[in-house]
């Protein structure tokens, strides 16, 4: 089978990344792509030594952009950090999930416990990780996007990988780092600008 045949496979990122969940749990991920007409398409490549991967994936205007990304997480077997508001880490069936998925809960009311601060201490103490984030913040219309990820990417080293939801051909596009250049405002924009050519589950919100 051609990888443009495949739903989704753990070839599409570096072995070190995966998580070793149940085949049945693999296999029930990309059955779940494969019914609403979805894949993973494109790889994260190798890197060299224990690096830290942020992925950041957009445009995010949508409940489905999470469903979709959890399937392709599980698909994909990727052993992959995200934060999430605590108080979903409270649910019963909901937060068992995300923690099984590998979230973090982030309590934004205590002081030094916003996203950033909670993504940078935790990343320093994996030894190379992958965290996926939305730069937008929200799902909700947003004129900004927020530069949490430029400052986890610095403070632990790691590298910044793009990743979009294209509902247009109903993909998730593993794509290609990006090197800040240390502007931010400008690194921004132009995150901004790059996830405009993939089409967005609600374009309004974006």
Same mark, same amino acid.
């Given at each position: 089978?051609?990888?443009?045949?495949?739903?989704?496979?753990?070839?599409?990122?570096?072995?070190?990344?995966?998580?070793?969940?149940?085949?049945?749990?693999?296999?029930?991920?990309?059955? +779940? *792509? =494969?019914?609403? #007409?979805?894949?993973?398409?494109?790889?994260?490549? %190798?890197?060299? $030594?224990?690096?830290?991967?942020? &992925?950041?994936?957009?445009?995010?205007?949508?409940?489905?952009?999470?469903?979709?990304?959890?399937?392709?997480?599980?698909?994909?077997?990727?052993?992959?950090?995200?934060?999430?508001?605590?108080?979903?880490?409270?649910?019963?069936?909901?937060?068992? +999930? *995300? =923690?099984?998925? #590998?979230?973090?809960?982030?309590?934004?009311?205590? %002081?030094?416990? $916003?996203?950033?601060?909670?993504? &940078?201490?935790?990343?320093?103490?994996?030894?190379?990780?992958?965290?996926?984030?939305?730069?937008?913040?929200?799902?909700?219309?947003?004129?900004k996007m927020k530069s949490g990820f430029l400052r986890i990417a610095k403070a632990v080293e790691g590298q910044i990988f793009l990743g979009a939801f294209d509902f247009g051909k109903k993909r998730i596009f593993l794509d290609k780092f990006y090197i800040p250049s240390g502007d931010n405002e400008k690194?921004?924009?132009?995150?901004?600008?790059?996830?405009?050519?993939?089409?967005?589950?609600?374009?309004?919100?974006?």
């Amino acid at each position: 089978m051609h990888q443009s045949d495949k739903i989704v496979s753990r070839n599409q990122i570096p072995n070190k990344y995966w998580a070793s969940r149940p085949k049945i749990v693999q296999s029930l991920a990309r059955l +779940f *792509l =494969k019914l609403f #007409g979805w894949k993973v398409e494109g790889v994260v490549p %190798p890197v060299k $030594g224990n690096e830290n991967i942020i &992925i950041i994936a957009g445009p995010h205007t949508s409940n489905w952009d999470g469903i979709f990304g959890f399937a392709a997480i599980l698909g994909l077997d990727a052993k992959i950090t995200f934060f999430g508001k605590h108080s979903l880490f409270n649910k019963p069936i909901l937060g068992t +999930f *995300l =923690k099984y998925m #590998g979230g973090i809960p982030v309590d934004k009311a205590k %002081p030094g416990s $916003g996203l950033t601060d909670v993504a &940078i201490k935790n990343m320093k103490r994996f030894n190379g990780s992958l965290i996926a984030m939305a730069p937008e913040g929200t799902r909700a219309k947003t004129e900004k996007m927020k530069s949490g990820f430029l400052r986890i990417a610095k403070a632990v080293e790691g590298q910044i990988f793009l990743g979009a939801f294209d509902f247009g051909k109903k993909r998730i596009f593993l794509d290609k780092f990006y090197i800040p250049s240390g502007d931010n405002e400008k690194d921004l924009m132009w995150v901004r600008n790059y996830f405009m050519q993939y089409q967005a589950k609600r374009p309004e919100n974006y």
